[in-house]
C-alpha cells in the first residue's frame, strides 16, 4: 500500500494552483509526489509539475475534512468562495465577489490557466475541448467558461429567480444545467459554452415550461 504523503508533501498540494494545478516545491518532493501518483512532470519544458487528477481528489478530499459545513454543499461552498482559493460564479450565490477590474482580471488569468491545462494534458495539446480536471469540476467548469466570456450571472438566492445565468449539477453524469429566463440570453450561453468545447443541447421543463441547456464536455 502506498504511503501517504508526507506533511511537507501536503503543503505542496495544498499550495497547488487552483485551476491548473501547477505546483511549486523542491526537486525532492515533487519526484516524490510523481512516485506516488499524485503529480506529473511535463514533458515540455520548462518541465513543470502538475497534480494528477488522484492529486486533485486529495487535496479536496483534505479541504472537505477542514470545513465540514462545506462537505454538506459542497457545491454552495465552492460557488461562494468558502474554500479560499478562485471560484467561477455559477450564479445565485449568496455571497458575491466584488465585480470590477480585479475581478475581470482574476476570471481572465482563470481561463487562460485553464486553456494552458488543456493544451498540456490533452491529446495532441488540443484547447478545443475540455480536459480530465473539467470533466471532475463540471459546475466550476462550464461557470468559468461562461464568466470569461462576459454573460452575467444571477445574483442572490441559491436557487431562486431573476436575469443572469446559474449553472447546477445534473443527475446524469458529465452533465450541467444551464438556466437563463431571458431566451436570447440562454441561447448566447450555449453558443459560448459549444465554442469552449462543450456539447450543448436545449430542453423544456415539463412542469414550469421553462428552457434550459444541458450540456457536456465533448470528448473529440
Not at 18 to 23: A, E, I, Q, Y
Amino acid at each position: 500500500m502506498t504511503r501517504p504523503p508526507t506533511a511537507a508533501q501536503r503543503r505542496v498540494i495544498d499550495a497547488a494552483d487552483p485551476v491548473t494545478g501547477r505546483l511549486r516545491g523542491t526537486e525532492f518532493q515533487l519526484a516524490a509526489l510523481v512516485k506516488r501518483g499524485l503529480a506529473f512532470r511535463h514533458p515540455r519544458p520548462p518541465h513543470d509539475h502538475f497534480l494528477t487528477p488522484a492529486g486533485h481528489r486529495l487535496r479536496e478530499e483534505a479541504r472537505r475534512a477542514e470545513t465540514p459545513t462545506a462537505a454538506r454543499d459542497t457545491s454552495a461552498s465552492t460557488a461562494s468562495g468558502a474554500t479560499g482559493v478562485f471560484a467561477a460564479r455559477v450564479g445565485g450565490e449568496e455571497a458575491i465577489p466584488a465585480a470590477g477590474p480585479a475581478r475581470t482580471r482574476e476570471v481572465h488569468s482563470a481561463w487562460q490557466g485553464l486553456l494552458e491545462l488543456r493544451r498540456m494534458t490533452n491529446t495532441h495539446g488540443a484547447v478545443d475541448r475540455p480536459c480530465g480536471w473539467e470533466r471532475t469540476h463540471l459546475v466550476q467548469a462550464a461557470a468559468l467558461a461562461l464568466e470569461a466570456a462576459g454573460h452575467r450571472p444571477a445574483d442572490g438566492g441559491w436557487s431562486g429567480g431573476g436575469g443572469g445565468y446559474r449553472v447546477r449539477a445534473t443527475p446524469q453524469p458529465e452533465a450541467v444545467a444551464v438556466r437563463e429566463p431571458d431566451s436570447e440570453a440562454l441561447r448566447a450561453c450555449a453558443a459560448t459554452l459549444e465554442k469552449a468545447g462543450w456539447q450543448v443541447g436545449e430542453h423544456t421543463e415539463p412542469r414550469t415550461g421553462a428552457r434550459y441547456l444541458l450540456a457536456s464536455p465533448r470528448r473529440t
